[in-house]
């Protein structure tokens, strides 16, 4: 292929051209651009429904791409400077997903802080593979999760020197950032993979004054939710690779990846890629400023503690993602998800997320000044109608699991349901999570401790959104038959 | 030649103005700003294509804006108004000589400039000793103060653009911090008629009515709004606008106005069933 420039988009090009052709579709999808079911069109439109199309040789096929998608997948490499880009369709998940299962067969050891994603965890489910889990370690005057300390990687891998790879949140939901260089240096030398879970950093590809990017630290593999900060559509993402043969893990995506690719996430990746590319570095700068103005307004009021980068330690918090605006609560009495709460249902206002102790607001391109002003002043107001005393607020602390089986082999052992209150003891044989942020409080094959126990029902009591079991009000959970 | 102003009403119903001379048109950071001459309403100004005021009715608002507030509450020293960058309503203020400092916020400074230029019958009294202009987003400048003013009067565009963050839980909240313990404020309270107006005026009632113990709604006739009925927010922490109106106290001013007067001021706030119903669904 001749290099192709930044500013084309393959795949769009490609549809257009489709479009203008007027090809009479005797192929999927039955709607047959739209006119097949009115309704859909007339709430979708009937351009969005125009290239809700089929694989076919113009298009390319996101299975085995030769022509476009493999043009557009070369300029996703490119940007974002890795050695191949894979376009994904099935969610950041399924890049996670892939990243384990290329790394590691069944019974192969992967080194992980215990803050990762829900999908992470499940990857170990399908393939087998045993966690070794790192303690991120805990900021406990704001109750979250941090980084991996480098000491502490060091360790476990010293420990487990039959380890395949190491797993690296980059950065956490808050926005906070390992040492990815110096464990991607020292994995490297203990002939160990780096895979990068970049759900929330595609921007680093883009920023200036932000975390380094896995790709730009060396890494092998990075999944990147192209979806949050980079403006595709939901469920489109990217998975990276610098290390590994693009052949086999295209193989492992075609497990279980759909064959009937959707080309308005696949055209949203490659239109959102351009705009990256070309325009990256200025909007990401603009979404820091907006994200740095709104914590000063936030902690003028004062009560909150919107926190950023003079929390950086040089290790546990080697780096902070500015653009990230959390909002520490408890000081005015008040959790997280209490907040989170009375902002959608007395002022109109959605974030991403409450947990125990915090609130994380998103900020993107999308987002206007005037709107900042409204969350801030809602805060406020909050603050003035609801603020309490914060004794017997929670904070959140890490609970160390205690895993006893393997996530496979948890999963699948006979299991029975149990009664929370009856568990302790027990050997968990699912997850149990607030969504969001979806770290496991529980994970398969983990032992249900005490503080997992109280950790359940404090965030039951405050309206977290409990998930992850098979009974959906969380009363029983299911445990390994003894 | 036929030169007309229209203005949508609804997707069915069209206003329009026969428009002698465009005599000014710029945009802003904010929206667009136009300035037009006509035989039947005088000047009139336009923003984002939507009626601000006219030479002609501009009285009708700006008197019951002001004047409503200002014969309940005792003592008025220090006064905010928030949007109303044409003047109006700081006019109709300056006449009270127990003021002693108004600020104006107002987001756009581009609506003050022109204003100034070309609407001095509104904008002529900006230049009061006792009047602050600040060029500030409302939601943000009121965040920051307690227990300030003795009145607040919201003179807002409508709950869309500019001025949306004008219509939330939140603003309220922070106006009734900012008010002192027997403060009240008044704003704009869109019309009840056609139906999205009446869907956005209940919108605010239900925010005001949980924002503030004393919260009652006046209407007034002005002819260049949609529909022509238009309605004012009364809400207060302490004085009620009927029972605490001091009719003796206005008429001892004597006071020219054209629209204002002490029956209307009573009589305002006697409102259509229709109207009654709207707000007390929201009650």
């Given at each position: 292929?001749?290099?192709?420039?930044?500013?084309?988009?393959?795949?769009?090009?490609?549809?257009?051209?489709?479009?203008?052709?007027?090809?009479?579709?005797?192929?999927v999808?039955?709607?047959?651009?739209?006119?097949?079911?009115?309704?859909?069109?007339e709430?979708?439109?009937?351009?969005?429904?125009?290239?809700?199309?089929?694989?076919?040789?113009?298009?390319?096929?996101?299975?085995?791409?030769?022509?476009?998608?493999?043009?557009?997948?070369?300029?996703?490499?490119?940007?974002?400077?890795a050695?191949?880009?894979?376009?994904?369709?099935?969610?950041?998940?399924?890049?996670?997903?892939?990243?384990?299962?290329?790394?590691?067969?069944?019974?192969?050891?992967?080194?992980?802080?215990?803050?990762?994603?829900?999908?992470?965890?499940?990857?170990?489910?399908?393939?087998?593979?045993?966690?070794?889990?790192?303690?991120?370690?805990?900021?406990?005057?704001?109750?979250?999760?941090?980084?991996?300390?480098?000491?502490?990687?060091?360790?476990?891998?010293?420990?487990n020197?039959?380890?395949?790879?190491?797993?690296?949140?980059?950065?956490?939901?808050?926005?906070?950032?390992?040492?990815?260089?110096?464990?991607?240096?020292?994995?490297?030398?203990?002939?160990?993979?780096?895979?990068?879970?970049?759900?929330?950093?595609?921007?680093?590809?883009?920023?200036?004054?932000?975390?380094?990017s896995?790709?730009?630290?060396?890494?092998?593999?990075?999944?990147?939710?192209?979806?949050?900060?980079?403006?595709?559509?939901?469920?489109?993402?990217?998975?990276?690779?610098?290390?590994l043969?693009?052949?086999?893990?295209?193989?492992?995506?075609?497990?279980?990846?759909?064959?009937?690719?959707?080309?308005?996430?696949?055209?949203?990746?490659?239109?959102?890629?351009?705009?990256?590319?070309?325009?990256?570095?200025?909007?990401?700068?603009?979404?820091?400023?907006?994200?740095?103005?709104?914590?000063?307004?936030?902690?003028?009021?004062?009560?909150?503690y919107?926190?950023?980068?003079?929390?950086?330690?040089?290790?546990?918090?080697?780096?902070?993602?500015?653009?990230?605006?959390?909002?520490?609560?408890?000081?005015?009495?008040?959790?997280?998800?209490?907040?989170?709460?009375?902002?959608?249902?007395?002022?109109?206002?959605?974030?991403?997320?409450?947990?125990?102790?915090?609130?994380?607001?998103?900020?993107?391109?999308?987002?206007?000044?005037?709107?900042?002003?409204?969350?801030?002043?809602?805060?406020?107001e909050?603050?003035?109608?609801?603020?309490?005393?914060?004794?017997?607020?929670?904070?959140?602390?890490?609970?160390?699991?205690?895993?006893?089986?393997?996530?496979?082999?948890?999963?699948?052992?006979?299991?029975?349901?149990?009664?929370?209150?009856?568990?302790?003891g027990?050997?968990?044989?699912?997850?149990?999570?607030?969504?969001?942020?979806?770290?496991?409080?529980?994970?398969?094959?983990?032992?249900?401790?005490?503080?997992?126990?109280?950790?359940?029902?404090?965030?039951?009591?405050?309206?977290?959104?409990?998930?992850?079991?098979?009974?959906?009000?969380?009363?029983?959970?299911?445990?390994?038959?003894? | 030649?036929?030169?007309?102003?229209?203005?949508?009403?609804?997707?069915?119903?069209?206003?329009?103005?026969?428009?002698?001379?465009?005599?000014?048109?710029?945009?802003?950071?904010?929206?667009r700003?136009?300035?037009?001459?006509?035989?039947?309403?005088?000047?009139?100004?336009?923003?984002?294509?939507?009626?601000?005021?006219?030479?002609?009715?501009?009285?009708i608002?700006?008197?019951?804006?002001?004047?409503?507030?200002?014969?309940?509450?005792?003592?008025?020293?220090?006064?905010?108004?928030?949007?109303?960058?044409?003047?109006?309503?700081?006019?109709?203020?300056?006449?009270?000589?127990?003021?002693?400092?108004?600020?104006?916020?107002?987001?756009?400074?581009?609506?003050?400039?022109?204003?100034?230029?070309?609407?001095?019958?509104?904008?002529?009294?900006?230049?009061?000793?006792?009047?602050?202009?600040?060029?500030?987003?409302?939601?943000?400048?009121?965040?920051?103060?307690?227990e300030?003013?003795?009145?607040?009067?919201?003179?807002?565009?409508?709950?869309?653009?500019?001025?949306e963050?004008?219509?939330?839980?939140?603003?309220?909240?922070?106006?009734?911090k900012?008010?002192?313990?027997?403060?009240?404020?008044?704003?704009?309270?869109?019309?009840?008629?056609?139906?999205?107006?009446?869907?956005?005026?209940?919108?605010?009632?239900?925010?005001?009515?949980?924002?503030?113990?004393?919260?009652?709604?006046y209407?007034?006739?002005?002819?260049?709004?949609?529909?022509?009925?238009?309605?004012?927010?009364?809400?207060?922490?302490?004085?009620?606008?009927?029972?605490?109106?001091?009719?003796?106290?206005?008429?001892?001013?004597?006071?020219?106005?054209?629209?204002?007067?002490?029956?209307?001021?009573?009589?305002?706030?006697?409102?259509?069933?229709?109207?009654?119903?709207?707000?007390?669904?929201?009650?």
């Open positions: 292929m001749t290099s192709l420039s930044q500013e084309r988009a393959p795949v769009l090009e490609a549809l257009n051209r489709y479009k203008s052709m007027r090809v009479v579709p005797f192929d999808p039955g709607h047959k651009r739209g006119k097949g079911n009115r309704e859909l069109t709430f979708l439109g009937e351009k969005c429904l125009t290239v809700d199309v089929n694989s076919m040789k113009p298009l390319d096929n996101l299975c085995h791409p030769v022509s476009v998608i493999k043009d557009a997948e070369a300029l996703a490499a490119k940007a974002f400077h050695k191949h880009a894979f376009f994904m369709v099935n969610g950041t998940t399924s890049a996670v997903q892939t990243m384990v299962l290329s790394a590691c067969k069944r019974g192969e050891k992967i080194i992980m802080p215990r803050n990762v994603h829900r999908s992470a965890i499940n990857a170990l489910i399908l393939s087998g593979a045993i966690p070794v889990y790192v303690n991120p370690g805990v900021n406990h005057e704001l109750g979250i999760s941090l980084g991996m300390a480098l000491a502490d990687v060091e360790q476990a891998i010293l420990e020197p039959d380890a395949k790879a190491v797993l690296v949140n980059n950065p956490t939901y808050y926005g906070v950032c390992s040492n990815l260089k110096a464990i991607t240096d020292l994995a490297h030398q203990h002939n160990m993979l780096v895979l990068a879970d970049e759900a929330h950093g595609t921007h680093f590809y883009f920023g200036g004054g932000l975390p380094a896995a790709m730009s630290a060396g890494a092998d593999m990075a999944a990147v939710s192209m979806h949050k900060s980079g403006g595709s559509l939901t469920q489109s993402s990217l998975l990276l690779v610098n290390g043969s693009e052949g086999y893990v295209r193989q492992i995506i075609n497990l279980t990846q759909t064959t009937s690719g959707s080309y308005l996430l696949i055209s949203s990746l490659d239109i959102s890629r351009r705009n990256l590319a070309l325009r990256g570095k200025s909007i990401f700068q603009k979404v820091a400023e907006m994200a740095e103005y709104a914590r000063s307004e936030i902690n003028e009021i004062g009560g909150y919107a926190f950023s980068r003079e929390l950086i330690n040089g290790d546990s918090i080697y780096d902070f993602d500015r653009t990230k605006l959390s909002v520490h609560t408890l000081d005015i009495g008040l959790a997280g998800i209490e907040v989170y709460d009375l902002l959608r249902d007395e002022y109109d206002i959605q974030i991403e997320f409450g947990d125990i102790g915090n609130v994380l607001a998103y900020i993107s391109i999308g987002d206007r000044v005037l709107d900042l002003e409204r969350l801030v002043s809602a805060l406020s909050i603050k003035r109608r609801f603020a309490k005393d914060k004794a017997g607020m929670l904070s959140q602390e890490y609970i160390r699991p205690q895993v006893i089986l393997g996530p496979q082999e948890a999963f699948y052992a006979e299991s029975e349901s149990t009664p929370i209150k009856e568990s302790l027990r050997i968990c044989s699912e997850f149990v999570m607030c969504y969001p942020p979806g770290i496991p409080v529980l994970a398969p094959g983990e032992k249900v401790t005490e503080e997992a126990l109280e950790y359940i029902q404090y965030a039951k009591e405050k309206g977290c959104f409990l998930t992850g079991t098979q009974d959906s009000l969380v009363n029983h959970i299911q445990t390994v038959k003894e | 030649m036929e030169l007309w102003f229209t203005e949508k009403h609804t997707d069915n119903v069209n206003f329009s103005i026969k428009v002698d001379r465009q005599v000014y048109s710029g945009q802003s950071e904010f929206q700003i136009d300035i037009f001459d006509s035989l039947e309403f005088g000047r009139f100004l336009t923003l984002d294509g939507y009626m601000m005021l006219t030479e002609k009715d501009e009285f608002y700006h008197e019951m804006i002001v004047h409503v507030p200002m014969n309940v509450l005792p003592h008025v020293k220090k006064v905010l108004v928030i949007g109303g960058g044409d003047g109006g309503a700081v006019r109709e203020l300056v006449r009270y000589p127990e003021i002693e400092r108004i600020d104006l916020v107002e987001i756009d400074e581009q609506v003050v400039e022109v204003c100034k230029k070309y609407l001095p019958q509104t904008a002529g009294k900006l230049d009061d000793p006792r009047v602050s202009v600040h060029y500030a987003d409302g939601l943000k400048f009121v965040r920051s103060r307690k300030e003013y003795d009145l607040i009067i919201v003179d807002s565009t409508d709950p869309f653009g500019p001025g963050g004008l219509f939330t839980r939140e603003f309220y909240g922070n106006c009734f900012a008010l002192t313990e027997t403060g009240a404020m008044v704003n704009q309270h869109e019309s009840p008629f056609y139906p999205v107006d009446a869907v956005a005026m209940q919108r605010a009632h239900k925010r005001i009515i949980d924002s503030f113990p004393i919260s009652r709604v209407q007034a006739h002005i002819p260049t709004y949609p529909s022509g009925h238009w309605l004012f927010g009364f809400a207060s922490k302490k004085y009620h606008p009927v029972e605490d109106y001091h009719a003796a106290g206005w008429s001892a001013r004597g006071f020219r106005t054209k629209y204002y007067n002490d029956k209307i001021h009573v009589g305002a706030f006697a409102l259509p069933n229709y109207v009654k119903e709207l707000l007390e669904e929201m009650e």
